[in-house]
């Protein structure tokens, strides 16, 4: 059930109406000469809101006008009345959340405030001004909102196509520009033609809907290809491409790839593959290298090229393997050091220059152990000496700790600094102990540690409290910052500690900033304060790029020190500033200008915001800070003090409205009626769930209801796990957005209606009448990032799930590795049998990428429910799931998962032996591998052992071998099915048919048997002595 989590008590800021009483209660205009003017009620019902509807507010007001527009919307029969509703909800806010009375207390209405509650009305629109404000502040999404509808009313076809041109903003905020452009202003609804420049800041979906008509009279067979204009977010050029093949003639796009690069570049794989056919191979390597490709695409483009029939020099070949070669498949790497391995060795330190010692280029490990391993030594590593080390050079990364540790110390004796080029970022802390270790094992003279191994230093040899015998530890500082990001805590007090005063000198300082801020968070803010002029120095002489890493590390730092930096913003009275606080400057400024120009930049200081500051936020300024508080968060989650705080101010700003208005209250889903577009932009998701599902489903007025919705539905969904929602709520709200969304869309569920409910469509419990293309266009254009695909929910809704992706893309087993890396961990949706239909092939391309981009067991999360420290994404969502259901909790899903990553894994690691040993493994694996034959003959002796040890079994263990089984049943099943035609779940009747026909089942039935035997023997941990077979056969 949601909840504010048990701090409404400290919220709620009216009377409740009881549930026995049904009678309203009139919120009276404030008497004072500072209120606003008695003609702001009838400003507010006169004028248009700023929905998307953009209708008069005196057709919802009084709210019972809503709340009967709402019922035609989602229930026509429905008789229920408003006051019902809000006395249920009461009922259960008063109930479940510690709901308390409490006396009014309203801010009185100054003419501010009146105008800030009232639309923004531009006579003349100067549209250079108007960008000039939205790119100076683009956080501020209440003003670019407002701006948006005061631009609807009265901006030019011209005004509207300049500022989209024109406008910058961050990509966080790149999703509003497309609200505003589609959604607001439905910018091709005019027969007016519009620059690429201006298009190319539409939605996915707006785009998709572009008729033939509307793709002629925009001319965009032609401004699809001005490689200077069209420049669309990463996330929409793919929908640029789907609409341009269905509309341009195939011969027109394969005949002009160069001009349309851009947009075919986008397109799906194979697709993208036919489009570039008459490519040379010349222009394939050019592609390649001029372009950031994914790892698939570039795989695809790869195994076109053929460089004997395409006379491509071995140079050639060899520079482009340095450009790409991290990209590619371990085959293609396997094969092509094979056939140039002679001409690469030549070329070994570029390669280490190129991928080893170059963190911008990302490595598989598989990849970097394979190259690793083609320049080792022919000696084993227990005869190595120090020229092998030097000769290996930053290939020893390949070398796992237990061969160190098989090096003789000797071989690091001397001074270990010769050994410099050994050593580089991509070594484990394993790797470097077995080092570490080797090296003092040497009792020679003294030598200065290679600072790579600062982090295997004790805390007492880092303080200089202890003597460190013949280690000598340099005195560069940059070196020991840098290597303290991989410092216990321990270890970064003691630093800290060495550091003493030189701490506060700036060199020291900016190198701290830079490099590893988190050492800041032994320091106390008292003496962070008295140094802050020396951080605001070096913030101020960043050159660009410095400062966007500074802005960013400062905003980590502990929030007790953001707070005391966030209080100079206070004038000399103690009134907190509040354009002190987001430093608001005269002047057409950059972010960066600004900050630098600003006397103490609190701005960068805004995730140290407290209640006490909250709550003297002015109303007419509470939106601005909000929104702009909300992006300057690092990892995006708001505090849950802050949350809680926000909310209360939040709802004193709506109980203000509604007194301005005049607008009648009884209970809290009216008082969120009161919401302006522009306010739920500004609020986000993360607050709005604050209220509840159950509360935000039953607000009366179905615009402010819809646009709630679509809120909640496009931020990341690991939001609903720091709320105070749980899957019934998710459940409510996704099934009255879909009803909604489908009453808008004259009952029909498309492309539109999927990507408009993209993160509430997982809660949905029935099936979707929806095409596969439709779907198949959601699942690539509509998820953003990885965040947006960690999705979380029970057994059940993840089935259905899965037989929607299954409509879009066909079943598994028809897959590449490009629809895998499309759906990411939305894979977490399938049973095993859907896994392990996926060919090896497409998995082996595409598990780098999907184990890179997996959230569930690498993304930590904060503001857990019952959790101190951050959680694992996949345990916080099994926590949030346990609560909902404890028999479909998530951990079985995403652990069928990552046993098929490592599956996959399994079958890049195969190339990590040398080709000769290759043959020769296989060739033993062919003669001494066990038979299907005789595995099955154990099956009868597995049963008996489960049998025997049943009575022993705990309840877990039986659940164990019941899942396997029922596993194994499932993907039996759809083989029988497969086979059969037939859609029965009787095993015995889909036999039966099959024997009917005359197929052998014998290899089906054999294999299922197979897959039981291996997983009991697996999880019992049962030994050839168990089975009663040789240890060589129990090997095999």
């Not at 006379?311 to 094969?335: R, Y």
């Not at 701290?512 to 803010?525: D, F, R, Y």
């Not at 009275?573 to 057409?588: F, H, N, Q, R, T």
């Not at 700003?653 to 208005?661: D, E, G, I, P, Q």
Request: charge should be negative.
């Amino acid at each position: 059930m949601g909840t504010l989590c048990h701090y409404l008590a400290f919220l709620l800021i009216f009377n409740p109406v009881t549930s026995e009483d049904t009678t309203t209660t009139q919120q009276s205009p404030q008497d004072d000469s500072s209120a606003t003017s008695s003609d702001l009620p009838a400003q507010f019902l006169t004028d248009h809101n700023d929905f998307i509807n953009c209708r008069d507010n005196d057709e919802y007001f009084p709210l019972s006008k809503a709340y009967d527009v709402k019922l035609a919307l989602i229930s026509p029969d429905s008789d229920v009345a408003l006051s019902k509703i809000v006395n249920v909800t009461e009922t259960m806010i008063r109930g479940y959340r510690n709901y308390v009375r409490l006396p009014m207390n309203v801010s009185s209405i100054t003419a501010e405030i009146g105008a800030d509650f009232l639309p923004l009305h531009l006579t003349d629109v100067d549209v250079a001004s108007v960008v000039g404000d939205v790119t100076k502040y683009p956080t501020n999404l209440e003003q670019l909102h407002r701006y948006g509808q005061a631009m609807k009313k009265s901006g030019s076809v011209s005004d509207k196509e300049t500022f989209l041109e024109e406008v910058k903003v961050p990509v966080e905020v790149i999703p509003d520009i497309e609200f505003i452009s589609a959604y607001r202003w439905n910018l091709l609804s005019v027969e007016e033609e519009y620059s690429i420049a201006a298009m190319s800041r539409l939605p996915v979906d707006y785009i998709l809907n572009i008729t033939s008509q509307t793709f002629e009279f925009q001319d965009l067979a032609v401004k699809l290809a001005d490689k200077e204009g069209f420049n669309p977010p990463e996330h929409t050029i793919g929908a640029w491409f789907t609409l341009a093949d269905s509309l341009i003639e195939e011969t027109e796009l394969k005949s002009k790839f160069k001009e349309y690069t851009k947009l075919l570049l986008a397109a799906p794989l194979m697709k993208m593959l036919e489009k570039m056919s008459e490519l040379t191979a010349a222009d394939k390597i050019k592609l390649l290298q001029d372009n950031q490709l994914t790892p698939v695409k570039v795989q695809g483009i790869w195994d076109t090229l053929n460089p004997k029939e395409d006379n491509i020099e071995d140079k050639t070949i060899a520079d482009l393997f340095f450009s790409v070669g991290n990209k590619l498949d371990i085959l293609q790497i396997d094969e092509f050091y094979k056939k140039t391995f002679s001409h690469l060795y030549s070329k070994r330190h570029e390669v280490e220059e190129l991928w080893i010692h170059n963190d911008n280029v990302e490595l598989t490990w598989p990849v970097i152990r394979y190259i690793s391993k083609l320049h080792f030594p022919k000696v084993s590593t227990d005869q190595w000496g120090q020229k092998e080390l030097i000769d290996m050079g930053a290939f020893g990364v390949g070398l796992t700790p237990d061969q160190l540790k098989k090096i003789p110390a000797a071989a690091f004796g001397g001074d270990p600094t010769t050994l410099d080029t050994f050593f580089s970022d991509r070594m484990s802390l394993g790797q470097l102990f077995a080092v570490f270790d080797k090296i003092t094992e040497n009792s020679g003279a003294n030598y200065e540690l290679p600072a790579a191994l600062y982090p295997c230093l004790h805390s007492s040899l880092i303080t200089g409290s202890e003597s460190a015998d013949n280690i000598k530890i340099g005195d560069d500082v940059e070196a020991m910052v840098k290597a303290s990001v991989r410092f216990t805590p321990a270890q970064k007090i003691a630093y800290i500690g060495h550091l003493d005063t030189s701490l506060w000198n700036k060199d020291t300082l900016t190198v701290i900033l830079k490099h590893n801020p988190s050492l800041l968070a032994e320091v106390g803010h008292k003496d962070f304060m008295d140094n802050l002029d020396m951080v605001l120095n070096i913030v101020g002489e960043a050159t660009v790029g410095d400062f966007e890493v500074l802005v960013e590390n400062l905003r980590k730092l502990p929030r007790r020190i953001l707070h005391a930096w966030l209080a100079t913003a206070r004038d000399d009275e103690g009134v907190l500033d509040i354009d002190a606080m987001l430093d608001v400057i005269p002047g057409d400024l950059d972010y960066r200008t600004r900050i630098q120009s600003s006397v103490k930049a609190c701005s960068i200081a805004l995730p140290g915001l407290s209640c006490k500051m909250i709550d003297e936020i002015p109303l007419d300024r509470l939106m601005e800070v909000l929104s702009t508080y909300r992006f300057s968060m690092p990892g995006e989650v708001i505090p849950s003090d802050a949350r809680m705080c926000f909310v209360s101010a939040i709802r004193r700003y709506l109980s203000t409205k509604a007194v301005a208005f005049n607008v009648t209250l009884t209970s809290e889903i009216e008082l969120l009626s009161l919401l302006s577009s522009s306010d739920i932009r500004a609020i986000g998701a993360e607050l709005l769930l604050s209220w509840g599902g159950k509360v935000l489903a039953n607000i009366p007025h179905p615009e402010v209801s819809y646009e709630v919705m679509l809120k909640i539905s496009e931020e990341n969904p690991h939001l609903f796990f720091h709320n105070g929602v749980d899957f019934e709520d998710m459940e409510i709200l996704a099934k009255q957005s879909l009803t909604i969304l489908k009453a808008k869309n004259k009952g029909n569920v498309d492309f539109s209606v999927l990507k408009k409910m993209r993160d509430l469509l997982p809660y949905l419990t029935d099936s979707l009448m929806v095409g596969a293309t439709d779907i198949q266009n959601f699942f690539r254009f509509a998820y953003t990032s990885p965040l947006t695909k960690g999705i979380c929910i029970p057994h059940a809704n993840r089935q259905n799930f899965r037989d929607l992706i299954v409509k879009g893309f066909g079943e598994p087993e028809s897959w590449d590795s490009e629809v895998l890396t499309v759906l990411g961990d939305l894979l977490v949706t399938l049973d095993e049998a859907d896994l392990y239909a996926i060919p090896p092939a497409a998995l082996r391309k595409a598990v780098p990428t999907l184990v890179k981009e997996s959230v569930y067991a690498s993304v930590y999360l904060p503001e857990v429910k019952g959790k101190v420290e951050p959680q694992l994404y996949y345990k916080a969502c099994n926590d949030w799931m346990t609560g909902t259901d404890s028999e479909n909790t998530f951990s079985p899903a995403w652990e069928r998962y990552a046993k098929w990553l490592v599956s996959g894994s399994s079958l890049v690691t195969r190339y990590l032996s040398a080709p000769t040993q290759r043959v020769a493994l296989r060739k033993k694996r062919e003669a001494e591998s066990i038979t299907v034959h005789q595995a099955v003959a154990l099956y009868d002796k597995i049963q008996e052992i489960i049998s025997d040890r049943n009575p022993d079994l705990s309840v877990a263990q039986r659940h164990k071998i019941g899942d396997i089984l029922w596993q194994s049943e499932i993907i039996l099943k759809n083989d029988l099915k497969k086979l059969s035609g037939e859609e029965t779940n009787d095993i015995e009747k889909l036999i039966s048919s099959i024997n009917k026909s005359g197929v052998d089942l014998t290899d089906v039935l054999e294999k299922a048997k197979l897959r039981v035997v291996l997983s009991v023997i697996s999880y019992l941990k049962l030994t050839a002595k168990d089975l009663g077979i040789s240890e060589e056969y129990y090997e095999a």
